[in-house]
Antibody
Framework: EVQVLESGGGLVQPGGSLRLSCAASGLIFSSYAMSWVRQAPGKGLEWVSGISGSGDSTNYADSVKGRFTISRDNSKNVLYLQMNSLRAEDTAVYYCAKGRGSSWYKGLDVWGQGTTVTVSS | QSALTQPASVSGSPGQSITISCTGTSSDIGNYKYVSWYQQNPGKAPKLIIYDISERPSGVSNRFSASKSGNTASLTISGLQADDEADYFC??????????FGGGTKLTVL
């Protein structure tokens, strides 16, 4: 069974940094694109970032471009999201999600349970 | 980078059919076949129920069907059941932002 499990969320002050991790199992990790999707309290889903299976192609939502960096370690089956210059509006549950194939926009078919990031002083 | 437009809520009685619309533009839904739909129960992660406009992943009930016309995609749930009550989100490839979600629709089964 394919599973992904996020970790690394927590409370951070505005302007601070946090790194999220997502451990994947049950799949050939390097074969799949991955994405981070967030959901602010009581709000809808917002795509944050995506990365190709090899890691050589990445993309970001305008709201996080220049502040967040997505990366992956295929030798460890782990996806990361480095979040810098955090703002109150970044407060959300962050989900790690597996793309159906080589692209993250063709459907996200496996999701983690989410990790909560709270940006507050 | 506006979200795709969905109705905030829809409702239906058990056994009925309901349709949820998802409106975008020619930069996303209108020109690409990468439309997906997700079901999310309270406190849970989203679940993929439709991809590539109208394809169902293995294990998803055939009561869920979907289509696209122009800049609008639609999800239909037939034979409504109590456990269909959830939030539903559409998504589409977008030329500008790669992946765009709708604002979500809360389905109430009366």
């Amino acid at each position: 069974e394919v599973q992904v499990l996020e970790s690394g969320g927590g409370l951070v002050q505005p302007g601070g940094s946090l790194r999220l991790s997502c451990a994947a199992s049950g799949l050939i990790f390097s074969s799949y694109a991955m994405s981070w999707v967030r959901q602010a309290p009581g709000k809808g889903l917002e795509w944050v970032s995506g990365i190709s299976g090899s890691g050589d192609s990445t993309n970001y939502a305008d709201s996080v471009k220049g502040r967040f960096t997505i990366s992956r370690d295929n030798s460890k089956n782990v996806l990361y999201l480095q979040m810098n210059s955090l703002r109150a509006e970044d407060t959300a549950v962050y989900y790690c999600a597996k793309g159906r194939g080589s692209s993250w926009y063709k459907g996200l078919d496996v999701w983690g349970q989410g990790t909560t990031v709270t940006v507050s002083s | 980078q506006s979200a795709l437009t969905q109705p905030a809520s829809v409702s239906g009685s058990p056994g009925q059919s309901i349709t949820i619309s998802c409106t975008g533009t020619s930069s996303d839904i209108g020109n690409y076949k990468y439309v997906s739909w997700y079901q999310q129960n309270p406190g849970k992660a989203p679940k993929l129920i439709i991809y590539d406009i109208s394809e169902r992943p293995s294990g998803v009930s055939n009561r869920f069907s979907a289509s696209k016309s122009g800049n609008t995609a639609s999800l239909t749930i037939s034979g409504l059941q109590a456990d269909d009550e959830a939030d539903y989100f559409c998504s589409s490839y977008s030329r500008s932002t790669t992946l765009l979600f709708g604002g979500g629709t809360k389905l109430t089964v009366l």
